[in-house]
């Protein structure tokens, strides 16, 4: 999880999102089933291409690249079976892999216990890597809970996580070998894009840079 920057509202929100959730309402209020295609209107391509450049295309919770091969979509951060108001509330959607969004399914955020926001909390106080690990720290209870509801340390994860820092290390040792200065510098800054917000993992790179002093 890295901390994610809101981008500006689709136009297609500013225009709609009143009503298709005046809609949305009224078949809740009545007691009717709401028509998918009513229900699923934030599906739109704008919405989408917005999510995907704010969220560089990766999953909000877990940092893996959404592809084809690893399918990801728009996610609401607090459920919308819970909360329908908040179905086409731009500060209210993200993008999440399908196991991270299965993991975290309709959980009922408690006062407590909520899970963190990547757009609205500093990660870095609630959550830390040790290696391959998501761990909480400053015994953060919201930290915990995030981890550990959403699987942030399932098996599939932690491999592909460990196969990462294999790459960073190999890059570092060969860093550390050299002694060209000029290829010192660019090896360096292949070694620092590891943690770009661009890459995935970047928030466990980066907390592996700074364990061994690079960053
Ligand atoms: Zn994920």
Not at 118 to 125: L, N, Q
Not at 135 to 158: D, F, P, Y
Request: glycine share 2%.
């Amino acid at each position: 999880m890295i901390q994610l920057k809101e981008l500006a509202k689709p136009q297609i929100l500013v225009d709609n999102a009143l009503n298709w959730t005046k809609t949305v309402m009224d078949y809740i209020n009545k007691g009717e089933k709401i028509p998918d295609s009513d229900k699923n209107k934030y599906n739109h391509i704008q919405v989408k291409n917005q999510i995907k450049l704010e969220t560089k295309e990766k999953c909000a919770y877990c940092e893996s690249r959404v592809t084809h091969q690893y399918p990801g979509d728009i996610e609401h951060i607090i459920p919308k079976a819970i909360y329908p108001r908040l179905t086409f509330n731009w500060s209210n959607l993200t993008f999440a892999c399908y196991w991270c969004n299965n993991g975290k399914r309709n959980y009922v955020e408690k006062k407590e216990a909520k899970l963190m926001n990547p757009y609205k909390d500093k990660i870095s106080e609630h959550l830390s890597f040790f290696g391959p690990l998501l761990m909480h720290v400053n015994e953060s209870k919201r930290g915990e809970i995030t981890w550990k509801k959403i699987k942030l340390n399932r098996q599939e994860l932690i491999d592909r996580r460990t196969e990462k820092i294999k790459e960073l290390q190999n890059l570092i040792d060969k860093y550390d070998r050299e002694d060209i200065p000029a290829l010192k510098t660019i090896l360096l800054n292949e070694v620092l894009e590891f943690s770009d917000t661009e890459k995935e993992f970047s928030y466990m790179c980066k907390c592996y840079l700074q364990d061994k002093k690079i960053v």
